[in-house]
C-alpha cells in the first residue's frame, strides 16, 4: 500500500482513456514547469473501447486499475483524484441555418443577434435530437458561427444594421451524456474521483498551441488510429470540432497488403520508417524481406494525400469556408512522411506554416524520471490531459437553475442563457414577449398588426439583479421569472393606408376629393371601427352617389335626378375616380331640354309636360286637368262646367324599337326621349354588375334627353 496521499503531495494524476490503450501520468506544477514524476501504458486486452468510446465499462475500469497500480508503485502515492478527456470523436456536430424576419424595418441590436444566435442552437439541438433518437441528453460544448446574412447578403457584422431579414449560420457541438457517464463509471470502477474533464481537442491544444498564438484563427489535427479529430481556434478558444473516419490504420492497412504480412506487423513497419532508412521484416511466406523508408512513402502517397485532402475540407468548413492560418498536427498516425505538406499544399498556405508537435512544444515540461520517454507528438494530449485540471474551465459544473440542480460543461465562456439552454427553458421566455399578432385581410390580401412588446425576464444571480450574459461558475444559484408579453396587436379601419387615401369626382361642374368608405364582412363601417381576428375588411374604390351627395351637403327628394357619368342613375349608383356626378331636379331637366333642342316640337312638349289642348269643332276641351284660357269672347263659364271628363292626349301613341336586340314597345306618350326605355326593360341601376353603363343609339352614343323614333336600334350593359 503506498505511503503517501496524492492530496498532501499536490500532484495531478491524468489518464488519456483510448481506443487501443490507456496512458497515465503523475506530475505537479512549479514556476510555470510542469514535472512529470511517473508515466504508465496499458493496452486493452479486448475491444472494450470502440472510436474512443467506452462499450464495456467493467473492462476500461480494470485496465485503468492497472495503470494507476503501476504509477503509485512509481511514486509511492496513493492515487484517488484523476482528470481524465472525452474523446474529440464522440462529439456531435450539427449545422444549421436559421432565419427571422421582423415584421417592419428594424436596426440590429447585440441582444437581437445573441437572440438569434440562441435560436440558431435551440433549432441545432432539436435537429440534433431529432437525428439521434437515442433517449439520451446531450451537452452543448460550443457553437461557432460560419455566417450572418442581412436580407439575403453575407455580411460580416449585423449590428446597427436596418433589416427585414437575418439570417444565420453555424456549426454547435454536443457531447453525449452517455460518453460522460462512461467515463466517470469507468474510473469508480478503479476506485478513483473524477476531478477533471476536458475534451481530448482541447487538451491538445493547451500543449500544441501556447496561449500567446491562441487568439489567431488555428487548426489542430489530432490522426489517431481510426479517426481524425480537428478542432479550430480563434479568439483564444475553440469555436468548432470535426471528425474524420479516416486515420493512421488506412495507411497501416496499405503497407499490410503491399507487404504481406499481418495489422501489427504493418503498424511496426510504419513506426519503424519514420525514424530508419530501411525496415526489415518476415512477411506471411516465412521470408526475410527488407523495405526502404522511400518505397513505403511512395506506396502510402495517395492514401496520405486522400486523409491531407479530407482533413482540408474539413478544417475550411469548420472554419466557414475559408482557410485558417496555420495547422498543428499531433498524434501518431499524422507522423507519416507527405502528410504536413500535403495539408498546407491544400490549405494554400506556406510548407512552415503546417507542423508536427512534438519536443518543440515540451520546452516547459520536464521529465523526471527520462527512461524509455520519448517527447513526441504521442504525449501531447495525456501531457494537456493533466494542464486541463490548472486551467478554471473546461470542466463540467453543478449551478441551481430555479431551484433544479443541472450540470454544465464549463468551455470558460458560461453565462446565465447557457444553464437556460441546458434545462430546456423556452428561448423565448428569456427576452421580451410581443403580444398577439392581429391578423385580417384588406381587400383580399392578410394584413398583420404586431403586438406591443412585453417585459424581459427579471434575473438573479447568487440573490442580485443580473441578465442573460452574466457569467456563471460552479454552485451559482440562478433565479428567472419567464419575461411577458405585452399588448395584442390592434388596428382600426382609420389606420389602413387605402383608407386614408382620397379620390377626384366632378360633382355638378365641380371637382372635389371624395373619402374613402369600407365595409367589414359584408357590413359598412366606419373609421373608428377596431378591427377583430379574421375580419375580412373592403375599402371600396368608389362612393355611391347618396355618399356623394352627403359630402356635398345635397339633399336628394322624390324629384332630384341623380345623373352618373351622362347616365341615369340612384342613390346606390357606384361614383368611381374622375366620375361625373349631377344632381338635379324635374325643372332643370326640362330646361336642359329646351337648352339642346331649341327645334323640337314645342305643342308635343307643352301636351307632355304641363297641358294637352285638343281642339275639335272650335271646341276647346281641357286635358291633364289644367284650364286654358278662353279662346272666344261670348263664351259663358256655364259651358265649362258642364264639360265632359278630360280624355287622354290623342298625340299619344306606342313606339317599337330594338333594345339588347330584343324588340320593345313603348306605351302613353307622344313623344319619347332614350331614359325612357328604362321604365320598360329589366335593368337594376341600384345593383351595378361593373363599373359603368355603357349605351349605344343606332351605334352613336346619346344624350339622355335625346328623342327616339321608331325602329331605332339601342344597347343598354354594364362594363
Known sequence: MPSLEQKDQKVVFGLDIGTRSVVGTVGYMKDGQFNVIAQAVETHQTRAMLDGQIHD????????????????????????????????????????NYDYEYPDNHTITDEDIYNLDSSAVEKAYAQFLQENNSGLKFYLVGYSVMHYYLDGYQIANLEGHNAGKVSVELIATF??????????????????????????????????????????????VDVGAGTSDICVTDDGSITAYGMLPIAGDDITEIIAK?????????????????????????????LDKTITAKEIEKIIKPQVDTMAEKAVAEIKRLNGDNPVSAVFVVGGGGCVPGYTEAIAKG???????????????????????????????LLVTPLGICFSYYEEANNFIFVSFNGTQTKLYDNGKLQIVDAAMQVAFPNEDLFPKRGKELKFTVNGKERTSRGEPGEAAVISLNGKPADIHSKI?????????????????????DSIPEFKTKFNVNVNGKNVEASRYATVNGEAQTGFYSIQAGDDVKVLDYNTAAQIAELMDITITEDTVIIVNNERGDVNTPVYENFKVEFKDQEEMIMDYYTDFPDADEEAIKLENEQSIESDDNNVRIVEGVAP????????????????????????????????????????????????????????????????????????????????????????YWK
Open 57 to 96: 465499462i467493467g473492462k476500461v475500469g480494470m485496465t485503468i486499475r492497472l495503470v494507476k497500480e503501476k504509477l503509485e508503485q512509481q511514486t509511492d502515492i496513493h492515487l484517488t483524484d484523476v482528470c481524465v478527456a472525452a474523446a474529440g470523436r464522440v462529439l456531435k456536430t450539427v449545422r444549421i
Open 175 to 220: 457531447l453525449p451524456d452517455d460518453c460522460v457517464d462512461g467515463l466517470y463509471k469507468a474510473c469508480e470502477r478503479a476506485g478513483l474521483n473524477v476531478a477533471n474533464l476536458t475534451l481530448e481537442p482541447i487538451a491538445a491544444m493547451m500543449v500544441a498551441i501556447p496561449d500567446r498564438f491562441r487568439m489567431l484563427n488555428l487548426a489542430l
Open 258 to 286: 503491399k507487404c504481406l504480412v499481418d495489422f501489427n506487423t504493418a503498424d511496426e513497419i510504419k513506426i519503424a520508417a519514420s525514424h530508419q532508412d530501411e525496415v526489415k521484416y518476415v512477411d506471411i511466406m516465412g
Open 347 to 377: 490549405m494554400g498556405i506556406p510548407e512552415e506554416r503546417v507542423a508536427l508537435r512534438g519536443e518543440e512544444v515540451m520546452k516547459n515540461i520536464t521529465f523526471l524520471n527520462n527512461d524509455g520517454i520519448e517527447r513526441d507528438s
Open 473 to 493: 461558475h460552479a454552485n451559482d444559484i440562478i433565479d428567472v421569472t419567464p419575461s411577458t408579453a405585452g399588448e395584442p396587436g390592434k388596428a382600426t379601419i
Open 629 to 716: 284660357e278662353k279662346e272666344a269672347e261670348g263664351e259663358d263659364e256655364e259651358a265649362y262646367e258642364n264639360e265632359p271628363e278630360p280624355v287622354k292626349n290623342i298625340l299619344a301613341h306606342d313606339l317599337h324599337v330594338l333594345v339588347n336586340n330584343e324588340s320593345v314597345t313603348l306605351h302613353g306618350k307622344a313623344n319619347y326621349i332614350f331614359v325612357d326605355i328604362f321604365d320598360v326593360i329589366d335593368f337594376d341601376l341600384s345593383k351595378p354588375n361593373g363599373r359603368s353603363i355603357v349605351t349605344s343609339l343606332n351605334g352613336a352614343t346619346p344624350d339622355y334627353m335625346q328623342p327616339i323614333k321608331e325602329g331605332d336600334k339601342i344597347e343598354v
